[in-house]
């Protein structure tokens, strides 16, 4: 079913497919970022998407397990082309990181440590917080409109930041605030005729559940003793409960892959989180790296291979299923004074997470050294200061300068830092 056109520009299905393969390119830098550069590439620069209609999508988006980012690229896509535009936005969102993904995996296997590409990352994710920095500043601007908005905002921030507080009771207490605190205006804005056809959900749901479990119950049959079978069904348990995207995937994968089933080491672990925050597309992308890790560890690189399928389609199939079934109801929830009152409030919420997300990157890209530390109830990341990378300081300097100056595009920016970071690595 097509969505609703709510641009003002509406492009053809491929002109829209080299955006999407454009946008899953140069996703670095994690949700924040890609937010960013999505808000970006289809609300400023093409208006294919209003204002209201992305934030709507994003508050909705941030409400799901699973990445955020990916959901928002698919729910656009469905929005301008209908399924097929959304499986093609979802798809070209994460197969690019996908890619580089398993040859990044395959090197570390191979050689037993990291591959050399430190120096050209570090440029792209100085280049990142800047990104950040621009889309929070935009975003705030439209999202925080009035004064409770910028106090849920910075309670939002103050709750994960400071006493690391679980994301969904977050989101959940904005909800209240919004819902409770709504007034008969608040469902303003935008009027569009809506199609959230109960009977349809109810297909839809059916079909995505046959799509997402059918190759894994045929996988059981065919290899019943396969270490695949526990890697889909972890991941597909993983798919229903991580809410928050890939840092809370590891609080959930931690104790059960390190400890209970011994696949990866702690250290290993922590590897797969750089590789992924190296490489484009979602920071989700690290569970393809333990699945790939695992299968390799129990048959070698043809196992590894399709265990990295098999987490990828345990990961990402369920996302689908979320977008497709609850897309049509977002305008219909925007519309709705109450249930508008609480998306608008997780909107806010939303703005101090994202603050969340960009501090927590940026603290990990400046100082090579950042702790956890608790004082009573709080709990923060704390940087060793005396591990700061000045090479970091000067390239998101040049950053700023090319971004907020110049005004270059995103693919520009990024070439130009990563190409100074490689120069001074020479130096």
Known sequence: MAGDK????????????RVWARIGVLSFG?????????????????????????LNALSFCMLLPGPEAMQLATYAGWRLHGTIGGLIAGLMFVLPGAIVM????????TMGQLPQVESLFLGVKAAVIVIVIEALIRVSKKALNRPDYWIIAGLAFIGIFLFALPYPLIVLAAALYGFFAAGPDVGGGETVETDHNPLRTLITVAIWLAIWFGPLIALYVILPESILNPIGAFFSKLAVVTFGGAYAVLAYMGQDVVQNSGWLTAGEMMDGLGLAETTPGPLILVTQFVGYLAAFKDGGFGLAIAGAIVTLWATFAPCFLWIFAGAPYIEWISNQPKLKGALTAITAAVVGVILNLSIWFALHVFFAEVETSSFGWITTSIPNLTTLDWRVVLLTGLSAIILFGLHW???????????????????
């Open 6 to 17: 709510m641009s003002n520009s509406e492009p053809s299905l491929s002109e829209a497919s």
């Open 30 to 54: 994690g949700p924040a970022a890609q937010i960013a550069l999505m808000h970006r590439e289809l609300v400023e620069e093409r208006n294919w998407l209003s204002e209201n209609r992305f």
């Open 102 to 109: 398993l040859a990044l995996a395959t090197l570390y296997v």
């Open 409 to 427: 595009g995103i693919a520009k920016l990024l070439g130009a830092v990563a190409i100074a970071a490689l120069l001074l690595s020479l130096f």
